[in-house]
């Protein structure tokens, strides 16, 4: 008992030391025992977010050995349908803490730990914080495998460090360094007007700007006029060795007339920061080119800390008749570079390309709550919800609100509320709000109901309408018969389906007993697996509920037999 006491007290004077230390490159291994190769990197541009850590390749396949980096102890266990999947978090003496993320299953003591629970509490999903001294681990101790859980788009590992404050941090800097040679890529770059009276080649709008690679590598744009305040964007990517994958930059610095102008460096952000990147790319032209150019300026409503360095929120004031030069250098972490330089001729045109900008007769202030109702529906719109003012085309025609187009991003939750009083009493629970794609079907919104008005929080414009479930789940055995002996089986495999408002629960039992079904979203599948020990019987009753998003259930019953 006295040598676990001294053990944490040391752990824990050994996090207050380190904390205080410049970054350790050498205390984390590998968490895998094999070459590192990246499909996806640190600070890699995503939906609504940063990469938060490296995805790591694992050869197609899932139930690779995961390995502790470094010594600690486990402190979160998270296991849900989507996101990380199956999630491990360790905390280390040095003060900071590793993830790991989509797994197919944990090892030993852990598996174990999280099993009991799930078991305990009758639920796959389930978030657990075990003490300091429940599940130790030693650096190169056998902590999980690599899988393919939650919203993986295939088999690999999310690795990621965070520091004490629970920042993602960029692993490269711990030393833990992947094979790359080549230089980053640059798809394009834009210029922006900024000011009203500004311009760019006799636009007011952005224009992509024509690139020349040079023999050195680098790139240099046709000479641009412009005056007044303007901006500029990139769209760049980097490629490491071994992959194919366009994986993110480390730095981008930009360069006017010799001195520095904007940096962002990708080494570290916090998650309470990272959908500001729906501020710091150009949405618009993402959402119809699917190409994230990043704006290399600060607008306002942008407080994002990996801008590290900037002269008047690198925005560059060209004056007429002056000539200058801005440079684009882009970087990857092993220094590799590519440089794209832009000749500006100041010149103020008088017949110009006016700003593109549609008007309509609601205007919302992005500082302010704004309430609309129109027809049967009403829309809340919080303060801060937008990053800056904007006209919005909302229409309604009868069940159908249609809420802008999903060209400016949404920061914060708008409330779509609709009333549904001409719908009978009886009809009002199979109702729901939802999204309409550009084929006309209505894809779930989590609904909330007040009497005869449904609710629905939403983060992107588009058509919503009043949507309609009277239809129970499906639910097919896969690997078995009713009646049917299957002693040699690993596993039941059953398949459930909801072809409107979706899956939102399922309970199973054998024999009257709890048992814990994993539930792959990705397959429409759950899988029982009989090591989980919960039937000794021969003769084996299977029970299994399944409810839809607005409470109809389907029940499937079996009997199975096993030695």
């Known amino acids: 008992m006295k040598s676990t006491k001294l053990f944490f007290v040391l752990f824990f004077l050994g996090v207050t030391v380190w904390s205080q230390n410049a970054i350790p490159t050498d205390y984390f291994s590998s968490p895998l025992d094999i070459p590192l190769i990246l499909s996806g990197s640190f600070g890699e541009l995503r939906s609504n977010h940063f990469h938060s850590g490296f995805d790591i390749k694992t050869k197609q396949r899932e139930g690779l050995p995961i390995f502790a980096p470094a010594d600690g102890y486990v402190n ?296 609309i109702t129109k027809g049967k529906f009403n829309v809340y719109i919080p303060s801060g919800s937008l990053y800056e003012d904007a006209f919005l085309e909302i229409k309604v025609d009868g069940d159908v609100l249609t809420f802008h187009e999903d060209v400016i991003p949404i920061h914060k939750n708008i409330t779509i509320t609709v009333d549904a009083s001409n719908y009978k009493e009886e009809d009002l629970d199979k109702l729901y709000i939802g999204r309409l794609n550009y084929r006309g079907k209505a894809y779930y919104t989590t609904t909330s109901r007040n009497g005869s008005k449904l609710s629905a929080r939403i983060r992107t414009f588009g058509n919503y309408t009043i949507a309609s479930d009277t239809v129970a789940p499906s639910i097919k055995p896969l690997n078995f018969e009713d009646g049917k002996w299957i002693s040699k089986n690993d596993t039941l495999e059953l398949k459930i389906e909801d072809d409107s408002s979706g899956i939102s629960n399922y309970r199973a039992t054998i024999n009257g007993k709890f048992i814990l079904l994993e539930y792959n979203y990705k397959k429409d599948v759950v899988t029982y697996n009989f090591t989980d020990n919960v039937i000794i019987e021969s003769e084996n009753k299977l029970k299994l509920i399944v409810t839809d998003n607005v409470g109809n259930s389907a029940t499937f019953e079996a009997t199975f037999f096993r030695k």
């Open 76 to 371: 979160r266990i998270k296991v849900a349908h989507y996101g990380y999947g199956k999630a491990l978090y360790i905390q280390h003496p040095n003060g900071y803490g590793t993830v790991y993320a989509h797994l197919q299953k944990y090892a030993g003591a852990i598996e174990k730990y999280v099993k009991d629970n799930q078991y305990k509490k009758e639920t796959f999903e389930i978030e657990l914080f075990p003490d300091a001294t429940m599940l130790p681990v030693k650096k190169g101790e056998l902590i999980g495998y690599t899988g393919n859980s939650g919203s993986s788009g295939g088999p690999h590992l999310h690795f990621e460090i965070r520091d004490s404050a629970e920042r993602p941090m960029n692993p490269m800097l711990f030393g833990i360094n992947i094979p790359d040679s080549k230089n980053p890529l640059v798809n394009s770059v834009f210029a922006y007007p900024i000011a009203d009276d500004a311009q760019v080649n006799n636009s007011q709008n952005p224009v992509k700007l024509k690139l020349k690679l040079q023999n050195d590598g680098n790139y240099i744009a046709e000479k641009v006029t412009a005056y007044g305040r303007i901006g500029f964007g990139v769209s760049t990517n980097d490629q490491l060795d071994g992959a194919s994958n366009k994986n993110g930059v480390y730095q981008i610095k930009t360069v006017y007339n010799g001195a520095e102008q904007f940096t962002v460096l990708f080494d570290k952000f916090s998650f309470d920061e990272t959908r500001y990147l729906n501020r710091f790319i150009d949405y618009d032209y993402f959402m119809s080119n699917k190409s994230r150019v990043q704006k290399l300026f600060r607008q306002t409503n942008n407080p994002l800390s990996i801008i590290t360095h900037e002269i008047d929120n690198g925005y560059v004031v060209v004056e007429d008749s002056l000539n200058s030069m801005y440079t684009i250098e882009i970087k990857d972490f092993m220094q590799n570079t590519v440089t794209v330089s832009v000749p500006i001729e100041g010149k103020k045109s008088e017949t110009l390309e006016q700003k593109i900008s549609k008007k309509t007769e609601d205007y919302i202030y992005a500082d302010q709550g704004t309430s």
